[in-house]
């Protein structure tokens, strides 16, 4: 019992290790070379935090117990499972490589490689990307939204809507087999997501099977009327469901743009996976760079009163009373002055798009970290007289110990509760920041821009309307699903909320 | 009016409450039949969790729903059945006719509106619109409340606890009503205020002609003032007896351990009676008794029946056993396990620790600088010295400053001025690293066992805490066997190291807590108050254990309690302190049994006394004691005690007494001993 005690980090440190070496050596199989921007640094290191959290919640049985109340929830389940959907896109988007330049093995063997940043995502998505139309098209076009004026063969312009290049280039007539195709394309879509679910389960029932030690039918049986399995089922038909949706999408993205095309004939759907990385990027990072300030400066303030208190109360009123999109303004707009003054610090515009949304991480965790910290203070102030902070006292127990032994461990489910809440919140931020202008750097890919951009063309007649409603679809299912899951979190961790048994 | 007063006002026959809580519910109220008559006072009493409180809930339909319910019986008011009512109708009965007042006077009373708003509105109810104002004032000064027509418009912060349990008394009264639940009226009060309380509403009830039903853990409160009362035990009432009876010769064998446990002068030199075992959770099925495993009378039939009533006496029942075929039991069948313990001589001992002239002042800073206004005068110029081996008992009211001293002591509130001493060494003058190397040498157990295990760490952490602190242990090995036979020591289980505070009872944290302190050899222990959150039987427990530990140890103790019958029990030295300062000092025997200080004597003569056998009842001439101690900023002028002393001179307002000393080493500050 004691030996399991002290290694809870050996597991996570296995796997930490396993991804870092897969990492390290596939690029060099592929024939790829690595590029690790700053911000995928820090995506990795929460990755690694994220691991090592969960294997410390494992260990804990206080906190444990709240987290199986969440597993128990279903709407929680759900939300859990699109919010995996969502983190698997922005971690395949978190896999930078440059490509080699074809044939050019030049100077002393060298291999060249091409300037362009790809990452994992656009090499999956890579028909996606290619596919780049004049420009706006609606969804499953087979011809532009913008008339144009033509040459026909005989020599004589006249103006129609032409076709597009890659979108339903293959129909000879369009207009009448178009809806045909699509209903063709979409269940065969559907059906080859079905046989994906199939192995998956049969997959899953076999693993099952193997751990229990039962026949495969029993298995199968259990999976599907025990009352213990029930939240498994919840996952199950989730995954299911977005399995199909996906299935169905990825195919038809062959043939038709599915979301339209934008101003500049790139796909929608594109554009709006590429966005989640940027929108989980602001959502984590920022919450990473505001956690030490938070954390550190509100348990001292608490825990040392007098004059220390009255410093870190004095930072953050005045902090929390300067208007936050003014800060967040002046501060994005001198790094975009320095960035512009210093061109010879960043390798290429990726790198610099690449730091300036770090560097609005870095903004969004300075102006927001008050809240929390204003909370954790609070808590302090009353924990600190609990009797098991003077008995710690009494036997001569230091200062930074008790904070990390006693404080930090009693304000941790608020600090939990905290960071998942304002996930949903910063996600929301940074589309409003780009949208006011201050956000990410305008070549960076965010629904913040892609908003931004449709802003203008809701003007038009006959409306554009697609790449709002794609940016807000994508944003909304994973706010909403955030929210949920926070909400979940939170009444897990409400002592007023739960009975909890005596287990 | 005669035959009135012999009826019953309420009568409640089987009735059950459950909680539905899993598989099989909670029997909180198992089947409780009693009745109480016109304008007698009726106590429940009993440990906590054995369902009191929710019986007088269930009564006024109060249970909290949806996870309570009443699943049977009958409550006749007045010859009807409320648990007919409707919840419309049953308003018209709470409040109106059947009032209750909470035992926390500062929760039950809403901070936001003044106390006259809160007694209107109560009136209101009762359709009285004219004369509201004067009503108040007069219901106010019925309960004692000192201008009222001034006091009318007070929020409850600005009284202190005794004035908001008498509005509290006052709203309960507004509406004149048949019935008063007292549910512990007075568990959170001091014991002069609680003797107020308690002799007020004696007076009322005289006046009115109101029953009350008190519920109370204390047996020394039903002891009194109470007629007939009725003993619970795990959802069900075990015995029903007149005050007499149950005092003379209580039968249920609980009822006579709960006596037992009962710390007292003349069990000094014995240990206390405990009550092994816990009480059985109550989403149990019971087959038989239910105090069956816990009693040492248990036989055959205890195990699988369950036993029926057993008539003794005119009004005096039991459910046990022992009584199937008798009328009364051999006093011989109850047999005591308690052990005679060997105490040590006092004089002989060295002094360990000792404060002179001990003093904690907190300012009070006001403005936009912070400016230093005043000062909270919490401990003001103290000396106690602790010698190897013994108790010394700080005994006071609450707010006198009692908790400071001993926090003082131990510097975990820097003190103002004087000093205190470790053997030679100097601890005011010390900071940081050569402090806390020494703090192994005196260590704290505190009141509230729940707020001082901290819930995050495991047991066997929280052992280990302090001597990785000091550095104790040398070894992985050794650190493990010194927490094992800690955990002996204390009488825990070896596994309680594995699992978290939350799993454990009071009694057994408090378990915890000792073993913590213990863990780095201290030489002093400050007990602040370690007992007053129990139950009696888990206090004797405790208090035995800290007995045995003294004397194994040779530990000190500095004992800060309120409770006059734990001092009695084990303390060697007692200080009495009233507002800051100790106003008599001096070896237990001589300060308990000739007090002479006003205070100590009114002090000793609140607490009720509970003789058990004695069948002459004699109590302490009572000396009762007006107002309540005043504010630590502003003590008064001259002798602090001299506003509520009843021996006021002249000379008790100008100056502070000296120390008179008698036969050398009975302190006392009072100017009836200078002359």
Not at chain 1, 308 to 325: E, K, N, R, W
Not at chain 1, 410 to 431: P, T
Not at chain 2, 300 to 319: F, K, M, Q, T
Request: net charge positive; proline share 5%.
């Amino acid at each position: 019992m004691q030996a399991m005690r002290k290694k809870f980090w050996f597991a996570p440190l296995l796997i930490v290790f396993s991804a870092t070496l897969l990492l390290v050596l596939l690029p060099g199989l592929l024939g790829v070379k690595p590029v690790v921007l700053w911000t995928d640094r820090f995506i990795y290191l929460l990755v690694a935090m994220g691991i090592f959290l969960g294997a410390y919640i494992r260990h804990k049985p206080h906190l444990r117990l709240p987290w199986r109340h969440v597993l128990n929830n279903r709407r929680a389940l759900l939300a859990l499972v699109i919010l995996c959907a969502y983190i698997l896109v922005g971690l395949l988007d978190s896999i930078h490589y440059r490509q080699p330049l074809p044939g050019e093995n030049a100077n002393n063997g060298e291999k060249l490689y091409s300037v362009e940043v790809f990452s994992a995502l656009d090499g999956v998505l890579s028909h996606l990307r290619k596919h780049v139309e004049k420009t706006y098209s609606s969804p499953f076009a087979y011809q532009l939204y913008a008339m144009e004026t033509m040459v026909a063969s005989d020599g004589s312009q006249y103006r129609a809507y032409p076709r597009l290049k890659y979108a339903a280039a293959y129909l000879q007539d369009p207009a009448n087999q178009r809806a045909e195709d699509i209903l063709s394309k979409l269940l065969l879509g559907a059906a080859q997501g079905l046989i994906i679910i199939a192995v998956l389960f049969l997959l899953l029932l076999t693993y099952l099977a193997r751990r229990q030690s039962v026949s495969f039918k029993q298995a199968w049986q259990q999976c599907w009327q025990a009352e213990s399995a029930a939240s498994l089922r919840v996952v199950l038909y989730t995954l299911a469901v977005l399995i199909v949706l996906s299935s169905i999408v990825w195919k038809l993205s062959f043939f038709y743009h599915v979301f339209g095309t934008d101003k500049v004939g790139q796909d929608v759907l594109y554009l709006t996976l590429k966005s989640i990385r940027t929108g989980l990027v602001i959502g984590t990072l920022t919450t990473l760079i505001m956690l030490p300030f938070a954390i550190l400066l509100g348990i001292m303030a608490g825990y040392f009163r007098g004059w220390v208190d009255d410093l870190i109360q004095y930072i953050y009123t005045t902090l929390s009373s300067v208007p936050g999109i003014l800060l967040i303004a002046a501060a994005v707009l001198s790094i975009q002055v320095y960035m512009a003054n210093h061109p010879e610090l960043f390798e290429s515009v990726r790198d610099q798009a690449d730091l300036k949304l770090l560097a609005l991480c870095v903004v969004l965790g300075i102006t927001s970290w008050t809240g929390l910290c204003r909370l954790l203070r609070g808590e302090t102030l009353k924990l600190r007289e609990m009797d098991y902070i003077q008995a710690a006292t009494a036997f001569g127990v230091g200062h930074f110990t008790i904070i990390v032994r006693h404080l930090l461990p009693n304000v941790l489910h608020i600090v939990l509760i905290m960071v998942v809440l304002d996930f949903s919140g910063l996600v929301l931020a940074e589309a409003v920041l780009s949208y006011v202008g201050v956000g990410v750097d305008p070549s960076t890919i965010s629904w913040g821009n892609m908003i931004n951009g449709a802003r203008l063309e809701l003007a038009r007649e006959p409306v554009v309307w697609w790449s709002l409603v794609a940016a807000f679809v994508f944003m909304f299912t994973l706010v909403l699903a955030a929210n949920l899951f926070s909400d979940a979190v939170r009444d897990a961790f409400d002592p007023r909320l739960t009975l909890r048994g005596k287990s | 009016m005669a035959d009135k007063s012999s009826a019953n006002l309420l009568s409640v026959k089987e009735l059950s409450t459950w909680f539905e809580a899993g598989e099989s519910p909670f029997r909180v109220v198992d089947k409780v039949s009693f009745d109480i008559r016109n304008g007698e006072t009726f106590a429940l009493l009993g440990e906590s969790g054995c369902g009191k409180s929710m019986t007088a809930l269930s009564l006024m339909q109060l249970v909290p729903s949806p996870a309570g319910r009443i699943v049977a019986g009958s409550v006749l008011f007045q010859d009807q059945d409320l648990l007919q009512y409707s919840e419309q109708k049953m308003r018209h009965v709470r409040g109106q006719r059947m009032a209750m007042i909470f035992q926390e006077p500062m929760t039950s009373l809403n901070p936001v509106m003044t106390i006259g708003e809160q007694i209107v509105e109560v009136l209101r109810l009762n359709g009285k619109q004219k004369k509201i104002q004067a009503e108040v004032i007069r219901t106010l000064a019925a309960v004692g409340i000192p201008d009222p027509s001034r006091r009318l418009n007070d929020y409850p912060h600005q009284l202190s606890g005794g004035m908001k349990q008498r509005v509290m008394i006052a709203i309960a009264l507004a509406a004149k009503p048949d019935l008063l639940i007292a549910d512990e009226p007075t568990t959170a009060l001091d014991v002069t205020i609680q003797a107020q309380v308690l002799d007020l509403l004696k007076d009322i009830q005289q006046r009115t002609g109101m029953a009350i039903l008190l519920i109370t853990h204390d047996l020394g409160i039903v002891a009194d003032r109470v007629d007939r009362l009725a003993v619970m035990y795990a959802g069900q009432i075990i015995e029903q007896a007149t005050r007499q009876q149950f005092f003379s010769a209580s039968a249920h064998p609980y009822s006579r351990k709960l006596f037992a446990a009962l710390p007292g002068m003349h069990k000094r030199d014995t240990q206390l009676e405990t009550i092994h075992g816990n009480v059985p959770p109550l989403n149990t099925e019971f087959k038989g008794c239910r105090f069956a495993d816990r009693c040492e009378q248990a036989h055959a039939p205890c195990e699988n029946e369950i036993p029926d009533w057993h008539s003794l006496a005119n009004g005096h029942r039991v459910r046990c056993h022992l009584y199937i075929n008798r009328v009364a039991v051999d006093e011989r069948v109850f047999v005591s396990t308690a052990k005679p313990i060997m105490t040590k001589n006092r004089t002989a001992q060295a002094v360990v620790m000792q404060a002179r002239d001990l003093k904690v002042h907190f300012p009070i800073r006001k403005g936009l600088f912070k400016r230093i206004v005043g000062h909270v005068y919490a401990v003001d110029g103290i000396d106690l010295k602790l010698r190897q081996g013994q108790t010394l008992a700080l005994v006071g009211e609450s707010g006198c400053g009692k908790t400071t001293a001993g926090k003082a002591l131990l510097q975990l509130i820097r003190p103002s001025a004087g000093s205190v001493q470790l053997e030679e060494q100097e601890l005011t003058s010390l900071k940081g690293k050569p402090l806390r190397r020494l703090r192994a040498h005196f260590q704290i157990i505190f009141q509230d066992p729940f707020s001082s295990l901290n819930p995050r760490m495991m047991v066997g952490e929280i052992l280990q805490e302090g001597m990785r602190a000091q550095h104790i242990a040398s070894s992985q090995q050794q650190g493990q066997a010194m927490i094992d036979s800690l955990l002996q020591q204390v009488g825990m289980p070896l596994d309680a190291q594995y699992r978290y505070p939350h799993e454990f009872s009071g009694g057994q944290r408090q378990r915890i807590s000792i073993a913590r302190a213990l863990a780095v050899r201290p030489d002093v222990i400050v007990c602040d108050e370690p007992t007053s959150a129990l139950d009696v039987s888990v206090q004797a427990q405790t208090l035995n254990l800290l007995k045995k530990l003294q004397l194994e140890l040779g530990i000190s103790y500095l004992f800060i309690t309120h409770n006059i019958s734990v001092v009695e029990y084990l303390a060697h030295e007692i200080a009495v302190m009233y507002l800051g300062r100790i106003v008599e000092k001096g070896p237990a025997e001589k300060v308990l049994l000739s007090p002479r200080h006003p205070y100590t004597e009114a002090l000793l003569s609140a607490v009720p006394i509970i003789e058990n056998k004695s069948k002459a009842f004699s109590p302490r001439e009572a000396i009762r004691l007006e107002g309540e101690l005043p504010s630590p900023i502003y003590p008064p002028q001259g002798c602090h005690f001299h506003p509520r002393c009843p021996q006021v001179m002249d000379q008790c307002r100008q100056t502070y007494p000296p120390v008179s000393i008698l036969d050398g080493e009975h302190e006392v500050r009072c100017h009836l001993l200078t002359k």
